[in-house]
Protein backbone atom coordinates (compact mmCIF):
# COMPACT_ATOMS: atom_id res chain seq x y z
CA UNK A 1 0.00 0.00 0.00
CA UNK A 2 1.14 3.42 -0.80
CA UNK A 3 1.49 6.19 1.85
CA UNK A 4 -0.80 9.41 0.14
CA UNK A 5 1.01 12.26 1.49
CA UNK A 6 -1.70 14.24 1.28
CA UNK A 7 -3.72 12.23 3.30
CA UNK A 8 -1.12 12.94 5.74
CA UNK A 9 -1.74 16.35 6.22
CA UNK A 10 -5.25 16.24 5.86
CA UNK A 11 -5.13 14.09 9.00
CA UNK A 12 -2.36 15.94 11.11
CA UNK A 13 -4.83 18.85 10.31
CA UNK A 14 -7.70 17.39 11.45
CA UNK A 15 -5.74 15.86 14.35
CA UNK A 16 -4.60 19.98 15.87
CA UNK A 17 -8.31 20.87 15.33
CA UNK A 18 -10.05 18.40 17.06
CA UNK A 19 -7.93 16.60 19.76
CA UNK A 20 -7.47 18.25 23.22
CA UNK A 21 -8.13 17.81 26.87
CA UNK A 22 -11.33 18.10 28.58
CA UNK A 23 -11.81 20.20 32.12
CA UNK A 24 -10.26 17.07 33.74
CA UNK A 25 -7.43 17.20 31.87
CA UNK A 26 -8.44 13.86 30.02
CA UNK A 27 -7.78 12.93 26.46
CA UNK A 28 -10.45 13.34 24.06
CA UNK A 29 -9.44 10.76 21.58
CA UNK A 30 -10.38 10.72 17.71
CA UNK A 31 -11.22 6.69 16.26
CA UNK A 32 -11.28 5.45 12.90
CA UNK A 33 -14.99 6.61 12.41
CA UNK A 34 -14.20 10.00 13.37
CA UNK A 35 -11.52 10.67 10.55
CA UNK A 36 -13.28 8.51 8.17
CA UNK A 37 -16.26 10.74 8.73
CA UNK A 38 -14.03 14.24 8.42
CA UNK A 39 -11.86 13.26 5.38
CA UNK A 40 -14.77 11.24 3.17
CA UNK A 41 -12.30 11.83 0.33
CA UNK A 42 -9.95 8.59 1.76
CA UNK A 43 -11.08 5.22 2.19
CA UNK A 44 -11.10 3.74 5.89
CA UNK A 45 -7.78 1.29 4.34
CA UNK A 46 -6.12 4.42 3.78
CA UNK A 47 -7.01 6.54 6.94
CA UNK A 48 -5.85 3.26 8.94
CA UNK A 49 -2.76 2.92 7.32
CA UNK A 50 -2.07 6.52 6.91
CA UNK A 51 -2.79 6.79 11.16
CA UNK A 52 -0.75 3.19 11.87
CA UNK A 53 2.56 4.84 10.40
CA UNK A 54 1.94 8.08 11.67
CA UNK A 55 2.03 6.45 15.53
CA UNK A 56 4.70 4.46 14.24
CA UNK A 57 6.88 7.17 13.14
CA UNK A 58 6.48 9.01 16.31
CA UNK A 59 4.13 11.91 14.79
CA UNK A 60 0.87 11.05 16.88
CA UNK A 61 0.57 8.96 20.05
CA UNK A 62 -2.29 6.58 18.97
CA UNK A 63 -3.76 3.26 20.44
CA UNK A 64 -4.27 0.73 17.76
CA UNK A 65 -6.60 -2.55 18.31
CA UNK A 66 -5.30 -4.93 16.35
CA UNK A 67 -7.79 -8.44 15.50
CA UNK A 68 -8.06 -11.43 13.71
CA UNK A 69 -4.51 -9.87 11.94
CA UNK A 70 -5.79 -6.66 11.05
CA UNK A 71 -6.80 -3.19 12.59
CA UNK A 72 -9.98 -3.01 14.12
CA UNK A 73 -10.22 0.30 15.30
CA UNK A 74 -6.85 3.02 16.23
CA UNK A 75 -8.16 5.87 18.99
CA UNK A 76 -5.12 9.13 18.38
CA UNK A 77 -5.16 11.09 21.46
CA UNK A 78 -2.92 13.54 20.49
CA UNK A 79 -0.28 14.78 17.93
CA UNK A 80 3.14 14.72 19.69
CA UNK A 81 5.68 17.62 19.45
CA UNK A 82 7.67 16.16 16.32
CA UNK A 83 3.81 16.01 14.70
CA UNK A 84 3.01 19.68 15.49
CA UNK A 85 6.70 20.90 14.16
CA UNK A 86 5.88 18.54 10.85
CA UNK A 87 2.30 19.81 11.00
CA UNK A 88 4.06 23.53 11.12
CA UNK A 89 6.08 23.54 7.84
CA UNK A 90 3.48 21.95 5.87
CA UNK A 91 0.46 24.03 6.80
CA UNK A 92 0.40 26.39 4.53
CA UNK A 93 -1.02 25.50 1.14
CA UNK A 94 1.37 27.84 -0.94
CA UNK A 95 4.29 26.03 0.77
CA UNK A 96 2.38 22.22 0.39
CA UNK A 97 1.59 23.34 -3.27
CA UNK A 98 5.52 23.71 -4.18
CA UNK A 99 6.12 20.59 -2.53
CA UNK A 100 3.73 18.37 -4.38
CA UNK A 101 4.74 19.81 -7.13
CA UNK A 102 8.58 19.19 -6.47
CA UNK A 103 7.64 15.43 -5.05
CA UNK A 104 5.79 14.82 -8.58
CA UNK A 105 9.04 15.35 -10.58
CA UNK A 106 10.74 12.77 -8.37
CA UNK A 107 8.29 10.47 -8.15
CA UNK A 108 8.10 10.39 -4.12
CA UNK A 109 9.84 11.69 -0.72
CA UNK A 110 10.12 10.73 2.66
CA UNK A 111 8.50 12.64 5.60
CA UNK A 112 11.84 13.87 6.73
CA UNK A 113 12.38 15.36 2.51
CA UNK A 114 9.47 16.88 3.03
CA UNK A 115 10.10 18.62 6.18
CA UNK A 116 13.05 19.52 5.04
CA UNK A 117 11.62 21.01 1.75
CA UNK A 118 9.28 22.83 3.73
CA UNK A 119 11.53 24.54 5.32
CA UNK A 120 13.93 25.61 2.79
CA UNK A 121 10.43 27.34 1.11
CA UNK A 122 9.21 29.03 4.32
CA UNK A 123 12.67 30.71 4.57
CA UNK A 124 12.07 31.66 1.38
CA UNK A 125 8.95 33.37 1.87
CA UNK A 126 10.24 35.07 4.94
CA UNK A 127 13.65 36.54 2.80
CA UNK A 128 10.88 37.84 -0.11
CA UNK A 129 8.67 39.84 3.02
Known amino acids: MKLDHNCIRAILLYSEEQLGLDEDLSWLPLDLEDYCDALPKYSQQVIAYTLYLLDEAGYVDAHVINADGGICDISVYRLTYSGHEFIDTIRSNKIWGRIASAVSTIGSAS?????????HYAIELLKQQ
Open 111 to 119: LPIIQELAS
